[in-house]
């Protein structure tokens, strides 16, 4: 059988196999050491002998000619980097299709819809779920804040001995979200769930001492109601009187982080805390985010409670769990986008 590989990588072989039996090495001894058939050797040594270096040489691999130059090839997957709508397409969404009619419209050549997609595999292409992007997101202002912003927060904490947390609120339904699980060909399993809109909502902080050198997770539920600013404030608090110090909190900028009663939070508590705006639409700043990905997608995936007090049962006990493990924590600190502190990675 041929051994793998481009022409110009067999040539190159063929070349170094002669070479050393010239210098005088065995024929297995070659074989062993390219990690091909001895008789592949022999054959290399007999072209040699009756056509010289010419019959080493690469001259192609006999079959269907090319449809495409590798040029126009190169030009193709370069395609696939911009977006769908600057070739006149409606919708972001590269498909065979799209890819077979924007070819034959440029080089006149017919491709299958088809066979794009295994075109596209053999070049180590790969057919994905786009991440969403909100629109509004400034990566300039993102770099931006990260460069300054977040090395001044950490030098004001360490200058103050004050701690840091970082603050996010979600909720989890009734209705889980539904991931794939294993079941018999053609059988659909079936997850008998309560329809009703009953939920639980959490607010957690992710902190740090002054020292940096470990993490806590603060948390608090509420069943069938959300964090309002008024129930954030509470939250902070709450927050404040199991933390002694100083504090600079961190968050986005959501309804429930304005307001009247964030604004008397503020004032009541300006000895003790500080809050600092992360940027616009950058949830993964926040190291918070990556506990509602994995409270919802990995262990409450496919979670069907009777009622909403078995479902807060649940989420209590898994947040429980994090919280008591230092290396949880520290892999949600790692799952964001945050740079961590020095210290916390010693």
Request: glycine letters at 6%; aromatic letters at 10%; one cysteine or more.
């Amino acid at each position: 059988m041929r051994k793998a590989g481009l022409p110009e990588e067999l040539e190159h072989r063929r070349y170094l196999a002669v070479g050393r039996i010239l210098e005088g090495y065995t024929t297995q001894e070659v074989a062993e050491f390219l990690g091909v058939d001895p008789s592949s050797v022999r054959r290399w040594g007999s072209i040699f002998k009756r056509e010289g270096v010419e019959g080493l040489r690469a001259h192609g691999v006999p079959g269907r000619p090319r449809k495409l130059t590798r040029t126009e090839e190169k030009i193709v997957l370069r395609w696939l980097k911009d977006s769908p709508i600057e070739h006149g397409f409606s919708t972001e969404l590269w498909t065979g299709k799209r890819v077979a009619q924007v070819i034959e419209e440029e080089f006149g050549v017919h491709f299958s819809r088809w066979y794009i997609p295994r075109w596209l595999h053999a070049r180590r292409y790969s057919c994905q779920k786009p991440q969403r992007v909100p629109r509004q997101r400034d990566m300039q202002q993102i770099t931006a804040w990260l460069e300054h912003d977040w090395p001044r927060i950490k030098r004001k904490a360490r200058r103050e001995n004050a701690g840091i947390a970082l603050i996010d609120e979600s909720g989890v339904l009734m209705a889980p979200l539904v991931r794939r699980t294993w079941a018999p060909r053609g059988q659909t399993p079936q997850l008998s769930q309560d329809s009703r809109r009953q939920k639980v909502s959490i607010a957690a902080a992710l902190w740090m001492p002054p020292s940096r050198k470990r993490l806590g997770l603060f948390y608090k539920t509420l069943v069938n109601a959300y964090f309002n600013n008024t129930q954030v404030a509470v939250f902070v608090d709450d927050f404040l009187t199991a933390r002694r110090g100083r504090w600079i909190v961190l968050w986005d900028g959501g309804t429930m982080h304005k307001g009247d009663p964030i604004g008397e939070l503020l004032e009541r508590s300006k000895a003790r805390l500080v809050i600092e705006p992360l940027p616009p639409y950058a949830p993964m700043l926040n190291p918070v985010e990556p506990l509602w990905s994995w409270l919802k997608y990995t262990w409450l995936a496919n979670f069907t409670p009777h009622d909403v007090v078995e479902l807060h049962h649940a989420v209590t006990v898994e947040l429980q769990m994090v919280a008591g493990s230092q290396e949880r924590l520290k892999n949600l600190f790692l799952a964001s986008e945050l740079p961590p502190p020095r210290a916390l990675l010693m």
